[in-house]
């Protein structure tokens, strides 16, 4: 060890503190400045209709670079930047970002018609947030019809709280989609009571489509009960042509997943939704 070879004090005190100091610790204070240091960024995957092969969205996805840990999923950082109350700047500088950006597609004639934005439970409780999106929102020029918002259901799990920021939302002219639908506590009644526009099935229910009878019967009765309720249903984790065919015979309204793209950086999707979506290669045979 650097102690052994008489090392600087520089080496035992990064051994010592290599000891102590934890991941966690570690993320927290890296995600206070992730942002003026330029680490985080922003992918895009593709939101593709089912039956017409074209894609109608996509969803913006929070990537970090750690200088020292590498890559760190969002699984992971989100909870911390909530817990740390960090999920405030850090999610008006994605939606802000990611406004900016799809603006400037649409303006490069991008055919795409909606920007889907995660948006944690802390945040979106926030007090405010409604406010503070529209600000963001209009400083990009971008109309809010062509934003939908994805909340889980740990935002929606106290109805009395949640119904009245979303009533604003939805009047201020927002889309609203539930995601990861099927995983969190799972309630029907909010399906009954809330203004959303999208359902989106849980991946962990596509993955073992078309082999698992019972995920098959799970994702058939989530996609007839959104059709019934007039909601609009994305499966996600799409990863094989088989998934697709299923969803396909369903008509569920949109998927994504790796099968036809993953999330992807910035100039990536760009060339996708400027070029391969352009209407050549739509009447393209496929
Ligand atoms: P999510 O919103 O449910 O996003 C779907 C996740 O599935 C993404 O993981 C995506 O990369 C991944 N995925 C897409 N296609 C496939 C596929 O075919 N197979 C498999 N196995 N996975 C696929 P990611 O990007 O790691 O994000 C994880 C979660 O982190 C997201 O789940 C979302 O809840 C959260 N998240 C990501 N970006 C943001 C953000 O900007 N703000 C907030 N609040 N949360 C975010
Ligand atoms: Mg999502
Ligand atoms: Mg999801
Ligand atoms: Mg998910």
Known sequence: TAKEQGGTQVCFYTDEIN??????????SGLRTAIERNEMDIFYQPQVLTNENRIVGVEALLRWKHPKL???????????AEETKLIGPIGEWTIDRACRQFAHWLSQGAEVEQLSLNISA???????????????????????????LEITESVVQDTSLCLPIMKELKE????????????????????????????KIDKSFIQSVPFSD??????????NMASLLDLKV???????????????????????????????????????????????HLNAPS
Request: a negative charge; proline letters at 7%.
């Open 19 to 28: 000891q102590v100091i934890s991941r966690k610790v570690l993320l927290e």
């Open 70 to 80: 590498g890559m760190i999923s969002p699984v992971e950082f989100i909870p911390l």
């Open 172 to 199: 201020m002219g927002f889309q609203l989609s539930l995601d990861d639908f099927g995983t969190g506590y799972s309630s029907l009644q909010y399906l009954k009571e809330l203004p959303l526009d999208i359902m």
């Open 122 to 148: 802390v945040q979106f409780l926030q007090r405010g947030f409604p406010t503070t999106l529209w600000s963001i929102l209009k400083k990009s020029g971008l109309s809010p019809d062509r934003i939908v």
């Open 234 to 280: 994305v499966a996600e984790g799409v990863e094989t042509v088989e998934q697709l065919r299923f969803l396909q015979e369903r008509h569920a309204t949109a998927y994504q997943g790796y099968w036809y793209s993953p999330p992807v950086p910035e100039d990536k999707i760009s060339e996708n939704l400027l070029i391969e979506n352009s209407p050549t």
């Open 214 to 223: 019972k995920d098959k019967a799970i994702v058939e009765t989530i996609i």
